[in-house]
């Protein structure tokens, strides 16, 4: 009843809003109140009064009826909106009339709401959206660890993931998930896909529905069913263009025919991303002995389910049993030097782990530059609202209440803060086209980072809260105190002193953050010159590598390495023979490239202490010429020669990290090593002694941030050729010899798969890419701060000089002469400045921490990067100072004493 | 003169409508003059008041207005109560009734021991 009513009611007055009647209406009110008087002057006659007197006392009870016909307007239409929309109309004019203002403030906020719009929406995508599987919560991933280089995370064996399978009742599903790369043949040539290789109740585990087809299921586990495919979303859509008929056709996967059974709906995979998942029998290794019995034959990542009412604590509990009792078991597989772990992470957190350090870092230096870009406008909106008291008084004069000027400056106020928040988006648009190859590097869930819903609403939440900010920070007098000030004939109503506190609190806040923010700029292109400066091993950069792949390593170990090898002999005679290539060489892996394949190495004589764990070595093979072409200079004996041929003696080079952790204080050539371990019975390396004929000098092969790993290469023609890849030098312009070797390589090997065709420039350039991304993204966010903090100190000067016109016409007319003017503001600007920017030093110094992680080379707290950035802070704060000093010393004092 | 009291808008709504109960179809000289009679001129009801009111009731669709002759031929808006206005001016008296009660009986001197 009281809701009808209410509607009732509103109705009524959106039609009296809108309705056209309304000088109609307004003529009947006057009519009616009319007659009203009248027989109201009438009964006054009738008690006897004097016609006049009668009218004149109707009159004054009536109260006014021009103030009555308002009441009732109001009462008829939607009175709020129709001011509202006034108060808009006059914003809009108020706004068009300072362009400067508008402008400036327009600009600030759009680079503040942009940056932090953009960097939100990396952030939500990559780590705060919950996942899209099913309860994707309770997904758990099983980090498997030992210590030692490259055993962050090395995977588990098919018997481990079966201890857990028995042993863990509080995990309801654990999936398998094997990473694998397989080359698909398509009539437009050889392409290189990741796929992994999963159970058959994966996607069950992992709560993933098809948006076509079906997925794997148990069925599709073990030998003798047919090898199938899923596509990822992505994979589909950019590959197949979303084709809807491509369920039941066939891919030729590494040789083989397998059947796409569907694709499943977009989502995260990890260990990274992939393109397809296929069932296990697609890979005759994943079900042969070697992989499925092999407790060290770890290739399998282990995604689970919690089951129902289990906790976290609890799968970690009855993990850590499982495991250690395993490990009592079945103590040769166990290296207790090594210190076997296993880590429950929950799967959201996983995704997130590389990417969060540097988000949070970025989101914080975004949320800088929004704090010193939202002090910026508070300021310039407090000395706009100076200026404009004459106004708002006359204002109040009419009847403006102080509700309604608040209402007037919060109505203006969200227009900036609209139209700034409309241009940040669009900055943020092109903002996260960049940030998503940054993302890339960090994240499986970038295809996940959108500027949807929740990130606009973020940019808009954003714009209101400054709006509110910027209308409540204006001091406004009481209400009802506004005729003391009309009467006083008072044409300024500010407490100009705390005002001025606030604006200049501001500014200090300004160059502190800023120089929070350079300092971190600083440290990060410090890190950048550092990371420029180090020696990659190689002696020259005109070298181009590229790496071909010709047979699967199944084929190759079915007896066709041979062949193989031939062809990558001829491939290298034919590039060595192209005009301006000096060497050519051949090589399991390219230089400045890590190899994944490690393995437990021995040296004769040689024991490893107790507690220790056991030294791991990449494996390279190479062949004669690899590093002479490479630029890899021997610092003890040969390199291999055409002799040491497949049936010759087991000969092997060892890089120098190598050489001085075996033989620290000895000549290694001639010394004897060998491959070892459990897991070397699943290899085609063999574990015989090998004698030592050269050592190498280290190369960067982890990345210029990475230290040398020990390192151990064997003849390419000894080994199997598991890969393989030509290293090209030429005397100049290696890059131009692309064409012509792909074409030499394309003629050999028609069907081949030609991968990462580089520089070793350009593989230097790729291995720092992320960093120098950040660092550039730091630098910019500083850069701006700097800029708008500078516009802040010198508009807040500025300010002052202009409200003090009168002392310091007086000043002058006393005496004063223009330097001591100047040097008056100066000095008035570099309190602020100097307070700003011990605050930033310090807050720099005790911020480091932060971001100690992402520098090289590079103390957190050093002293050079930090007075550097103080040093430039300061200077380009003089210069912001100077610009009103010197205004302040142009001042005429005839003319402002005149017009005080 | 006696000091005239503001009327509140609720309390209003209420008299207006008792009014045109009372007095069937009237116009707001009328509705006025009786309102301050029946307070005995405790209150006072200027045009600002009185119109927002009577539009008010008017669009909750309480109390409904048309133009008639006056008794001195004058032409004059006369407003008339609906069967909505009706009840709800049972209502409101209903509750006005139980609150004035209500806060009787809490001012009311207290008798029992503490």
Not at chain 1, 823 to 835: F, N, P
Request: charged letters at 20%; proline letters at 4%; hydrophobic letters at 45%.
């Amino acid at each position: 009843m009281r809701i009808l009513r209410s509607v009732r009611e509103a109705l009524a007055r959106v039609r009296g809003l809108f309705g056209g009647d309304r000088p109609e209406a307004d003529d009947d009110l006057r009519e009616e109140m009319q007659a009203h008087l009248e027989m109201a002057t009438n009964e006054n006659i009738r008690r006897g009064m004097h016609p006049d007197a009668a009218r004149r006392t109707a009159l004054l009870a009536s109260g006014g009826m021009t103030v009555a016909a308002e009441a009732v307007r109001a009462q008829r239409g939607l009175p709020w909106v129709e001011s509202v929309l006034a108060d808009i109309k006059y914003a809009f004019r108020t706004l068009r009339h300072s362009p400067a203002f508008t402008a400036v403030v327009v600009v600030t906020l759009a680079l503040g709401i942009g940056a932090n719009t953009a960097i939100f929406s990396v952030v939500r995508g990559v780590l705060l959206k919950p996942l899209p599987h099913r309860d994707g919560d309770r997904l758990v991933y099983l980090r498997h660890s030992i210590d030692g280089p490259g055993g962050a995370s090395i995977a588990f064996s098919v018997p481990e993931v079966r201890d857990f399978r028995d042993g863990a009742k509080s995990l309801a599903g654990i999936a398998e998930f094997s990473s694998w790369s397989a080359t698909l043949q398509s009539d437009d040539g050889a392409s290189r896909l990741g796929v992994g290789l999963v159970t058959g109740n994966y996607f069950e585990v992992m709560g993933l529905t098809p948006v076509l087809g079906r997925l794997t299921r148990p069925s599709d586990d073990g030998p003798g069913v047919s090898p199938v495919v899923v596509l990822t979303h992505d994979y589909w859509m950019k590959r197949f263009a979303g084709d809807p008929a491509i369920v039941g056709k066939q891919l030729k996967l590494d040789g083989k025919s397998v059947t796409v059974i569907g694709v499943v709906q977009p989502a995260p995979f990890f260990p990274g991303r992939v393109n397809a998942l296929l069932n296990m029998v697609n890979s005759e290794h994943h079900l042969s002995a070697m992989m499925v019995q092999g407790r060290s034959h770890r290739m399998t990542e282990i995604v689970a389910r919690l089951a129902p009412g289990a906790t976290l604590e609890q799968a970690r509990t009855e993990i850590a049993a499982v495991s250690s009792r395993v490990q009592k078991e079945f103590s040769e597989s166990y290296d207790p030097g090594s210190h076997h772990r296993i880590a429950v992470i929950p799967f959201h957190d996983v995704l997130g782990e590389r990417a969060k350090m540097t988000l949070w870092l970025l989101m914080g230096a975004a949320a800088f530059v929004m704090i010193i870009s939202a002090a910026n406008v508070v300021n310039l909106t407090l000395m706009r609202g100076v200026r404009r008291e004459h106004e708002l008084v006359v204002r109040a004069a009419l009847g403006a209440g102080v509700a309604r000027l608040r209402r007037l400056l919060l109505v203006e106020n969200l227009i900036l803060t609209f139209i700034g928040g409309v241009f940040g988006v669009v900055i943020a648009i092109g903002g996260v086209r960049l940030l998503m190859s940054l993302a890339e590097r960090y994240s499986p869930r970038a295809n996940e980072i959108r500027l949807d819903g929740v990130v606009l609403g973020f940019a808009l939440a954003l714009s209101v809260a400054l709006a509110m900010l910027l209308s409540f920070l204006a001091t406004l007098p009481k209400e009802g105190s506004f005729a003391s000030w009309i009467s006083a004939g008072a044409r300024r109503i500010s407490g100009s002193l705390r005002k001025q506190r606030l604006q200049r609190s501001l500014v200090v806040a300004q160059i502190a953050v800023s120089v929070v923010l350079l300092a971190g700029a600083g440290l990060l292109t410090r890190t950048m010159i550092q990371l420029s400066n180090v020696s990659t091993g190689l002696k020259t950069e005109e070298v181009l590598t590229m790496e071909i792949t010709l047979l699967t390593p199944a084929q190759l170990l079915a007896g066709r390495d041979a062949e193989a090898k031939e062809r990558y002999d001829r491939m290298k005679r034919d590039v060595a023979a192209l005009p301006g290539v000096i060497d050519v060489g051949l090589g399991s892996i390219m230089p400045l490239r890590s190899s994944s394949v490690r393995f437990e190495v021995k040296a004769e004589g040689k024991s490893v202490p107790v507690g220790e764990p056991m030294p791991r070595a990449e494996i390279r093979t190479v062949d004669p010429d690899y590093f002479r072409a490479a630029g890899i200079s021997l610092v003890k004996g040969r390199p291999f020669a055409a002799t040491d041929e497949r049936g010759a003696g087991k000969v092997v080079i060892i890089n120098q990290t190598f050489a001085s952790k075996f033989f620290p204080n000895e000549d290694p050539v001639g010394k004897r090593i060998a491959w070892t371990g459990d897991v070397l019975r699943f290899t085609p390396f063999s574990g015989e002694w090998r004698t030592i004929v050269g050592v190498s000098a280290n190369t960067q092969d982890g990345g210029l941030d990475a230290k040398p790993q020990l390192a151990v290469f064997m003849p390419f023609a000894q080994e199997v050729a598991i890969s393989g890849g030509l290293v090209i030098r030429a005397d100049s312009n290696v890059a131009g010899l692309t064409t012509a070797a792909t074409r030499i390589v394309r003629r050999v090997a028609p069907a081949a798969l030609i991968e990462n065709v580089m520089t070793v420039s350009q593989i230097k350039d790729l291995s720092v890419a992320p960093r120098r991304l950040n660092a550039q993204l730091i630098s910019l966010f500083s850069s701006l701060a700097v800029i708008i903090a500078a516009v802040g100190i010198a508009g807040v000067l500025a300010f002052s000089v202009s409200t003090r016109t009168n002392e310091i016409g007086i000043r002058m007319s006393l005496g004063a002469g223009r330097g001591q003017v100047q040097r008056m503001i100066l000095r008035e600007g570099s309190v602020l400045l100097v307070t700003g920017l011990v605050l930033g030093v310090v807050g720099a110094f005790f911020g480091a921490r932060f971001i100690q992680g992402m520098l090289f080379d590079v103390a957190p707290r050093d002293p050079i990067t930090l007075i550097g950035v103080a040093v430039m802070m300061a200077a380009i704060g003089l210069v912001a100072c100077w610009i009103p000093a010197l205004r302040a010393a142009r001042i005429d004092p005839a003319i402002t004493m005149r017009s005080a | 003169m006696a000091e005239k009291q503001d009327v509140k808008q609720g309390t209003l709504a209420l008299m207006i409508l008792k009014t045109l109960e009372v007095l069937g179809p009237l116009h707001g000289y009328g509705v006025a003059r009786r309102i301050e009679e029946t307070s005995k001129n405790r209150l006072s009801l200027n045009y600002g008041t009185l119109y927002p009111a009577l539009l008010k009731l008017e669009q909750e669709g309480f109390i409904s207005a048309e133009w008639k002759q006056s008794e001195n031929n004058r032409r004059a808006k006369f407003y008339s109560l609906t069967p909505a206005g009706r009840k709800q001016l049972a209502r409101e008296a209903r509750e006005w009734h139980q609150t004035a009660d209500l806060i009787a009986a809490f001012l009311a001197p207290r008798t029992e021991a503490p």
